[in-house]
């Protein structure tokens, strides 16, 4: 088993940054990839930004540009630096890793901008 945690979410104004942190435990090893993905209110949630094991990464649309998404030393720990934020991107931010053809996801943290 795996667990997730996430931390860093918060409230922060337009044009702000917040940098969200996630820690995995447990049965960590041969993890190959962790993401990050959103869910709004009312809305389905999306992928925001992954990063597999030999370092490759990949971003949504909406916040290329914007987020950067790093796992340091292919370690425990996966960060999601988010800059430029925007109200639209108020959502739950969940971190998720595959292990072994298995998903396993975090809490959620809350990020809310203001306009």
């Known amino acids: 088993q795996v667990q997730l945690v996430e931390s860093g979410g918060g409230l922060v104004q337009a044009g702000g940054s917040l940098r969200l942190s996630c820690a995995a435990s447990?049965?960590?090893?041969?993890?190959?990839?962790m993401a990050w993905h959103r869910q709004a209110p009312g809305k389905q949630r999306e992928l925001v930004a992954s990063v597999i094991s030999a370092g490759w990464t990949n971003y949504a649309d909406s916040v290329k540009g914007r987020f950067t998404i790093s796992r340091p030393n292919n370690k425990n720990t996966v960060y999601l630096q988010m800059n430029s934020l925007k109200p639209e991107d108020t959502a739950v931010y969940y971190c998720a890793a595959s292990r072994r053809s298995r998903a396993y996801w975090g809490q959620g943290t809350q990020v809310t901008v203001s306009s």
């Open positions: 447990g049965t960590i090893d041969s993890i190959n990839a």
